[in-house]
């Protein structure tokens, strides 16, 4: 399965354009509802005097093995159900300006070409790389509790500010 990504628009999944703000009905149509909903509410009340205002509202799509494929990646939405970001663990590639992220493989790798294609990054934790610009992280296996340095995560989103510290 491959995934292409457009900073600032939204993504391509195996040639289904899908942008930032589209409804997820839309989303789930095009992929032939091969999901699994896993939406939650994280209730944080308790810790602001009782405002359910700082409750996190969860609403994202599991896709797990779609098209006879072995995949794994989360479709997240806002509370208003539209498109804000993609979370791929495995069994994808990935293209973004014309580099192909393949998982398991080195991460030092990948580094090193979005260096040389003029992109630079960020270490928000070990093992974790922020790319402001074309609003991406991608992570280590080690770095989500697994071994080595071979990617092992990807998020993409159409806005990164939570991601950038004050």
Do not use: C
Not at 48 to 77: A, C, H, T, V
């Amino acid at each position: 399965m491959k995934i292409e990504i457009i900073p600032n628009i939204g993504l391509l999944i195996d040639g289904n354009e899908f942008n930032w703000g589209n409804y997820r009905t839309s989303l789930r149509e095009n992929l032939k509802n091969q999901h699994k909903e896993d939406d939650n509410v994280f209730e944080m009340s308790e810790f602001f005097e009782g405002d359910s205002s700082y409750d996190i509202i969860q609403k994202r799509d599991i896709y797990q093995n779609i098209n006879n494929r072995e995949n794994y990646f989360f479709l997240n939405y806002d509370k208003e159900e539209k498109l804000e970001s993609l979370e791929a663990h495995s069994g994808i590639i990935i293209s973004i300006n014309n580099i192909e992220l393949s998982f398991e493989k080195d991460i030092n790798e990948y580094l090193k070409l979005f260096k040389s294609n003029g992109e630079y990054y960020i270490e928000i934790e070990d093992g974790n790389y922020l790319f402001q610009n074309l609003k991406i992280t991608i992570a280590n296996s080690e770095s989500m509790g697994g071994d080595g340095n071979g990617l092992s995560y990807f998020y993409t989103s159409k806005s990164i500010e939570h991601l950038i510290e004050e």
